[in-house]
């Protein structure tokens, strides 16, 4: 129970720093911007979930420590071969695709944002199979930090969605 108890803590502290930070969020940022955002997420959420290609499920699996370390191994070089694809996929869309759902100015960050996504999800099942489950805890915790004081501390100096994305983006890298 303990460390479920870990994980569901720091998961629901994570979730009440995002939750304070909106409607700070909702003041900087204009109803277009969160549309961006929408399809940004839509886009990222669903690619960066497969960029593992599930080799990331199966890290805490084996019993033998060098196959865990290749599974990882095995993931990352996956997730790079997707933000690869990925990054081909973006640039060769065509303008007006791209100007219909106000991307044009960000679509350089989605093949980014997937790279650090997937990259994490596979350490992260690294710590599971260590069962470091507190710092898989205190790094939700950082991520959601460091998300909204992006988000909001970008938010002040530009009036556009580019502060709402990077913060998608940083989730990944913290």
Do not use: H
């Not at 990331?56 to 990882?72: H, R």
Request: charged share 10%.
């Amino acid at each position: 129970l303990k460390p479920i108890a870990i994980l569901a803590g720091g998961s629901a502290a994570a979730q009440f720093i995002a939750m304070i930070a909106i409607p700070i969020l909702t003041r900087l940022y204009s109803p277009d911007d969160f549309s961006v955002l929408a399809v940004y997420t839509s886009i990222f959420g669903i690619v960066s979930v497969a960029a593992c290609l599930g080799f990331d499920l199966a890290v805490p699996l084996p019993s033998e420590e060098k196959d865990a370390i290749g599974l990882t191994i095995l993931a990352i070089v996956s997730v790079c071969f997707i933000t690869i694809i990925m990054a081909v996929i973006v640039y060769s869309l065509p303008v007006t695709l791209v100007k219909s759902y106000g991307l044009q100015d960000y679509l350089w960050m989605l093949p980014v944002g997937i790279f650090f996504a997937g990259t994490f999800n596979a350490l992260q099942s690294l710590l599971v199979r260590y069962k470091q489950f507190s710092n898989i805890t205190s790094t939700r915790l950082r991520q959601s930090s460091w998300v909204a004081t992006s988000q909001i501390g970008i938010g002040y100096s530009t009036s556009s969605a580019f502060g709402l994305l990077l913060g998608q983006v940083i989730n990944g890298l913290i």
